[in-house]
């Protein structure tokens, strides 16, 4: 502003034109001063998400008058008008700050930015609004826990012989049967976990287990018990007491589906008869002490004639028999497997004729004594039935 000259008086004292003319700037001044003070004083309305409040505010810009009042807003915030915006008298501004919240849409998690406030306005956003079933009310706030949401599907349940197609928001299969009405059993078998997730398409089958009380009697089974017996020789076993199963009833519940068990539960049992055990006698005797032929030498273990004796009680014959045995082949062969009859061509332990009889036993009946008493062993039991009866006839017509 340009101000205009004021004349003063040689004393030093204004004239009256330059008083006036003084007066008028300094109106003038105060004036434009009162002017630009009302230009940026303004009342506004700020919204600030959610949270409204009236305020005496100064500057041009909505940006003016959110920095005003320390209001701080980032590039991902909604601002309405925008901050670049000039404010007017009266005006309202609304801010809604971005914040990440994490949503679940039929199981498929994610975590999004938002500047909604609600249940209903994040809904309106992802463009779900219409038939998606939320965890929440759609009027309450967005809050830290996951929104759960489930959208219209298609799903197919089969039960009691009947196939339903449903239309649902259903959110997970077991919220799925309850819509089609199907009460589940106890022991109800459900093709799909009652928690997963129902998703568009889903085929759920409901198999039926019925429960039937049973009465049945059961097997139970003998044990058998092993008793040292010094009178018998080592590798000998004997049965001295057969055993006998015994038998119980068990009440049970028995699981069926479609007529097949798939399980129980015992509810009771009782023993009818008890099971008698086994004995066997399992020899101790030592091999050098077994009764041989009358003067002959105590059996040594890892002879022939130690192979003898265990064949011999294998075969479920005694010491008894095995002396008239030791008897029989001590007088054909000494129990020598090389033993052999240049006359006869008989060979071997058991003296067979002609000797390769004995290879229906083993291709080594030559030479392996174990061959060769396999062979003599089988030939007086097919024969005579026992050593002894084979040594009694040899002793009556020198030969067997």
């Given at each position: 502003?340009?101000?205009?000259?004021?004349?003063?008086?040689?004393?030093?004292r204004w004239?009256?034109?330059?008083?006036?003319?003084?007066?008028a700037?300094?109106?003038a001044?105060?004036?434009?001063?009162?002017?630009?003070?009302?230009?940026?004083?303004?009342?506004?309305?700020?919204?600030?998400?959610?949270?409204?409040?009236?305020v005496?505010?100064?500057?041009?810009?909505?940006?003016?008058?959110?920095?005003?009042?320390?209001?701080?807003v980032?590039?991902?915030?909604?601002?309405?008008?925008a901050?670049?915006?000039?404010?007017?008298d009266?005006?309202?501004i609304?801010?809604?700050?971005?914040?990440e919240?994490?949503?679940?849409?039929?199981?498929e998690?994610?975590t999004?930015v938002?500047?909604?406030?609600?249940?209903?306005e994040?809904?309106?956003?992802?463009?779900?609004?219409?038939?998606v079933r939320?965890?929440a009310?759609?009027?309450?706030?967005?809050?830290?826990?996951?929104?759960?949401?489930?959208?219209?599907?298609?799903?197919?349940?089969?039960?009691?012989?009947?196939?339903?197609?449903?239309?649902?928001?259903?959110?997970?299969?077991?919220?799925?049967?309850?819509?089609?009405?199907?009460?589940?059993g106890e022991?109800d078998?459900?093709?799909?976990?009652?928690?997963?997730?129902a998703?568009?398409?889903?085929?759920?089958?409901?198999?039926?287990?019925?429960s039937?009380?049973?009465?049945?009697?059961?097997?139970?089974?003998?044990?058998?018990?092993?008793?040292?017996?010094?009178?018998?020789v080592v590798?000998?076993?004997?049965?001295?007491?057969?055993?006998?199963?015994?038998?119980?009833?068990?009440?049970?519940?028995?699981?069926?589906?479609?007529?097949?068990?798939?399980?129980?539960?015992?509810?009771?049992?009782?023993v009818?008869?008890?099971?008698?055990?086994?004995?066997?006698?399992?020899?101790?005797?030592?091999?050098?002490?077994?009764?041989t032929a009358?003067?002959?030498?105590?059996?040594?273990p890892?002879?022939?004639?130690?192979?003898?004796?265990?064949?011999?009680?294998?075969?479920?014959?005694?010491?008894?028999?095995?002396?008239?045995?030791?008897?029989?082949?001590?007088?054909?062969?000494?129990?020598?497997?090389?033993?052999?009859?240049?006359?006869s061509g008989?060979?071997?332990?058991?003296?067979?004729?002609?000797?390769?009889?004995?290879?229906?036993?083993g291709?080594?009946w030559?030479?392996?004594?174990?061959?060769?008493?396999?062979?003599?062993?089988?030939?007086?039991?097919?024969?005579y039935?026992?050593?002894?009866a084979?040594?009694?006839?040899s002793?009556?017509?020198?030969w067997?």
């Open positions: 502003m340009r101000l205009p000259s004021i004349a003063l008086r040689p004393d030093g004239t009256e034109r330059g008083r006036l003319a003084a007066q700037v300094v109106l001044m105060v004036v434009g001063g009162t002017s630009a003070f009302a230009v940026l004083h303004k009342t506004v309305t700020l919204d600030v998400d959610g949270e409204v409040t009236t005496s505010a100064f500057g041009r810009t909505v940006e003016d008058v959110l920095a005003g009042h320390g209001v701080a980032s590039g991902d915030d909604l601002v309405a008008p901050p670049a915006s000039l404010v007017a009266d005006a309202e609304v801010v809604r700050h971005a914040r919240v994490v949503i679940e849409v039929d199981g998690r994610s999004i938002t500047t909604a406030l609600t249940v209903d994040i809904l309106a956003d992802l463009g779900l609004r219409d038939g939320a965890s009310s759609r009027s309450a706030p967005l809050g830290r826990d996951v929104l759960r949401l489930s959208t219209p599907k298609s799903v197919t349940v089969a039960a009691d012989g009947a196939v339903t197609e449903l239309s649902t928001t259903a959110s997970t299969v077991r919220e799925v049967l309850l819509e089609a009405g199907v009460v589940l022991r078998q459900v093709s799909v976990p009652l928690d997963s997730v998703v568009d398409g889903l085929a759920v089958l409901v198999t039926r287990v019925a039937v009380t049973r009465t049945e009697t059961t097997a139970m089974p003998f044990e058998v018990v092993r008793e040292d017996d010094p009178e018998l590798g000998t076993e004997k049965v001295a007491v057969a055993g006998a199963d015994g038998s119980r009833v068990v009440t049970f519940v028995a699981y069926e589906v479609g007529g097949v068990e798939i399980g129980r539960t015992v509810l009771a049992e009782a009818l008869t008890a099971p008698v055990n086994q004995v066997v006698r399992v020899g101790s005797k030592p091999v050098e002490a077994v009764a009358p003067g002959g030498p105590p059996v040594e890892g002879t022939a004639r130690a192979i003898g004796l265990e064949m011999t009680l294998a075969r479920g014959w005694g010491e008894d028999q095995f002396a008239c045995l030791d008897s029989l082949w001590t007088k054909e062969s000494g129990w020598r497997a090389d033993a052999h009859n240049a006359s008989a060979h071997g332990i058991p003296q067979a004729l002609p000797g390769s009889k004995m290879a229906t036993a291709a080594d030559a030479t392996n004594p174990a061959t060769q008493i396999t062979w003599g062993l089988g030939y007086i039991e097919g024969r039935g026992t050593p002894c084979a040594w009694a006839h002793q009556a017509r020198n067997y």
